[in-house]
């Protein structure tokens, strides 16, 4: 398996906090890789470096080989990663379908005027919107709720609903922040095996999360991030027993 992402020697600094320092990762396309750490060791702001939110202050960050740390947040989404956020960013008074059509847009080719026209080929283009986005919904077991307004969804299925969202965009790199946030077991059950159907389209999974038991049934590689560094990585069993990562966690439990 080749490396399709690659963050080489990465720092970001605010002021005088270094947020993300000196970070390494490759991470091998069609694998689950799981990002830990206690609460502000740089978790999200890795997602924020590699989908352009933030520019690192050194280093570089490849996708396939392309130089990405310099290309704003609609081109790097255009390239194939795609994301979630640690809150729910959905849009609560339409369609639970709209919702998802709208992660269409980066690939839309339609023109302005060619939408005003409704020309033929705006028209095949929106069938096959609306048909994609119903594979997204139908993947993430919403397919019966598709007119619901997204608001209406309960706390898990608002969850999914940003993962198919986030599909929609056709991706080859999903990023998902704390996916299971605020799930219940049978929740998170759910969303664990449509984590693995998604791998098994071939799309490389990078989550960040906080439970460990979730993470460590999932992933088969996880880093560990301590203040913005590196400590180990590892496959689940490997990062478990490793001292320097018990010891970030101040004696918790990892598992
Ligand atoms: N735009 C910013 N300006 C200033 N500081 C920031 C900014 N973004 C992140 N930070 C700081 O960088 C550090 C890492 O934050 P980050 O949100 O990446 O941590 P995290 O590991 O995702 O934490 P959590 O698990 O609590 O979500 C924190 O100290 C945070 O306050």
Known sequence: ???????????????????????????AEGSIRALIGPNGAGKSTVFNLITGIYTPSKGQIFFRGRLINKLPPHKITGLGIARTFQNIRLFTNLSVIDNVKIGHHCRSKASFIDALLRSPSTKKEEADIQRQAMDCITLMELADKADEMAGNLSYGEQRRLEIARALASNPSLLCLDE???????????????????????????????????????????????DYGKKITSGTPAEVQRDPAVIKAYLGKEVG
Do not use: Q, W, Y
């Open 1 to 27: 398996m080749s490396g399709l992402l690659k963050i080489d020697n990465v720092t970001i600094s605010f002021g005088g906090l270094t947020a993300v320092d000196s970070l390494n990762m490759t991470l």
């Open 179 to 225: 996916p299971a946030a605020g799930m219940n077991p049978i929740e998170k059950e759910t969303l664990a095996k449509m984590i693995k159907k998604i791998k098994k389209m071939g799309i490389t999974i990078f989550l960040v999360e906080h439970d460990m038991k979730f993470v460590m049934n999932l992933a088969e590689r996880v880093t560990v991030l």
